[in-house]
């Protein structure tokens, strides 16, 4: 056989484990730098939280709003508003067709001028106190009240039914 000369390469050294920082496997470097990641940001996060009011602009606080059920509203009741309401005097003796008789005892409010005996029918005017009319028609009675028909001497055109409880006889005129 033939003889092989001895050659002057040495033999590979014999494979030694890795130390250090070899030894961490791919995916854990990765993990790794998301932690590092996110901490970083949590820290960033949490200083920018603690230095908020630094660098605001000076100008009016936000105030809270605060809601609040509104109570329904408050409609006033209407209170009837007072009509004036004749008094009821007693019917005078004296008043006859022909005669004149003034307008008393209605307290400053007038006596009701009625286009016929009655307060259903409508009214036509209003004679103020003291005044005096010539009576033209009557006596009539509608309800408990007796009318007599009564003309404006001055105005012939004024010629109405009036309730004898608010008129007083006075002398011709």
Do not use: C, H
């Not at 995916?27 to 920018?48: P, S």
């Not at 007072?82 to 005892?105: F, R």
């Amino acid at each position: 056989m033939e003889r092989t000369a001895p050659s002057r390469r040495t033999p590979p050294p014999a494979r030694q484990p890795p130390r250090g920082l070899a030894v961490i496997p791919l995916y854990v470097w990765g993990l790794g730098i998301v932690v590092v990641l996110l901490l970083t940001m949590v820290a960033a996060l949490w200083t920018l939280y603690a230095l908020r009011g630094q660098w605001a602009p000076e100008g009016p606080t936000p105030t809270p709003i605060i809601w609040t059920p509104t109570p329904p509203p408050v409609v006033p009741t209407a209170t009837p508003t007072p009509q004036p309401v004749e008094p009821t005097p007693t019917a005078p003796a004296g008043i006859a067709v022909g005669g004149y008789v003034q307008v008393s005892g209605t307290e400053g409010l007038g006596l009701s001028l009625r286009e016929g005996p009655g307060t259903e029918y409508q009214r036509m005017g209003v004679a103020l106190e003291g005044e005096v009319f010539e009576v033209v028609d009557g006596p009539t009675q509608a309800g408990d009240v007796t009318w007599w028909k009564v003309r404006d001497p001055d105005d012939a055109s004024r010629s109405w039914w009036a309730a004898a409880n608010f008129l007083q006889p006075v002398p011709a005129q």
